[in-house]
Nanobody
């Protein structure tokens, strides 16, 4: 019911910046959490940053002070500003929207992923 389209990934040198965007279409009502995840080659997918419908945010320790998440769940927009990028930030970044359900599992939607590569 919800489709997410990501953009903004690319190749950047260490110390540079990128801004990722995620736009949702479809039935985006009652989305109460949005987040960015990343998966490096050979590693598990991990949470990078999240934001609730009340604008509370959380970040992985490795990106605190460098990344900023923002968005509007009512509009279906999500952003990740990435500054002071490091080679270890390299990976595929995914946006995620969640919608709770009174009965059964929550709705959980994912984007297609966008590649971020940081060279030293």
């Amino acid at each position: 019911q919800v489709q997410l389209v990501e953009s903004g990934g690319g190749l950047v040198q260490a110390g540079g910046s990128l801004r990722l965007s995620c736009a949702a279409s479809g039935s985006i009502f009652n989305i109460n959490y949005m987040g960015w995840y990343r998966q490096a080659p050979g590693k598990q997918r991990e949470l990078v940053a999240g934001i609730t419908s009340s604008s509370s945010t959380n970040y992985a320790d490795s990106v605190k002070g460098r990344f900023t998440i923002s968005g509007d769940n009512t509009k279906g927009t999500l952003y990740l500003q990435m500054d002071s990028l490091k080679p270890e930030d390299t990976g595929v970044y995914y946006c995620n929207f969640r919608r709770p359900r009174p009965w059964g599992p929550m709705d959980d939607y994912w984007g297609q992923g966008t590649q971020v590569t940081v060279s030293s």
